[in-house]
C-alpha cells in the first residue's frame, strides 16, 4: 500500500507544517489544534516539487491553476473558472507552485505578516 503524505497549515499559528505534527492511528488523521491537513496528489511540478491540494499552479503561458481533491480525483481550476480538469490531464512539468490557498487567503487579508513555511 503506497503511503499518504500530507502537509498541515496551522490556521492558529498562520504556518505550514511537516507531515510530523499529526499523528496516524489505525489508518485514521489525528490533530491537535486548528489544522488543515492537504494530501500529496502524486504528481510534482517543473521543480521536482510536490503538488499537494490546496496549491496554485502557473504555467509557461501564465495560466493560474487551483488544486483540489473532489470526491475521487485530484482536479484544477484554470484562471478561476467554474470548469474544472483532472490534474493528470495537465503537464505537470511545465508548472510551477507558486502559492497554497490558505498562505494565499491569509496574508493577501494581511499584507504587513511574514509567510513562514517549514
Known amino acids: 500500500m503506497d503511503e499518504i503524505r500530507v502537509r498541515v497549515w496551522d490556521i492558529s499559528n498562520k504556518e505550514m507544517l511537516p ?12 490533530t491537535h489544534g486548528d489544522y488543515i491537513i492537504m494530501q500529496y496528489s502524486g504528481c510534482e511540478d517543473k521543480n ?7 496549491d496554485i499552479l502557473q504555467d509557461d503561458y501564465g495560466n493560474i491553476f487551483e ?21 493528470m490531464a495537465i503537464d505537470t512539468k511545465n508548472v510551477t507552485i507558486i502559492s497554497n490557498i490558505h498562505i494565499d487567503y ?5 499584507p504587513k505578516k511574514q509567510i513562514i513555511e517549514s
Request: hydrophobic share 40%; glycine share 2%.
Open 19 to 30: 507531515s510530523s505534527s499529526i499523528w496516524k492511528c489505525n489508518f485514521t488523521l489525528y
Open 67 to 87: 488544486v483540489l481533491w473532489s470526491k475521487s480525483a485530484f482536479i484544477v481550476y484554470k484562471n478561476k473558472s467554474e470548469v474544472s480538469i483532472l490534474l
Open 106 to 110: 491569509y496574508y493577501i487579508r494581511n
Open 48 to 54: 521536482n516539487k510536490e503538488i499537494f491540494a490546496g
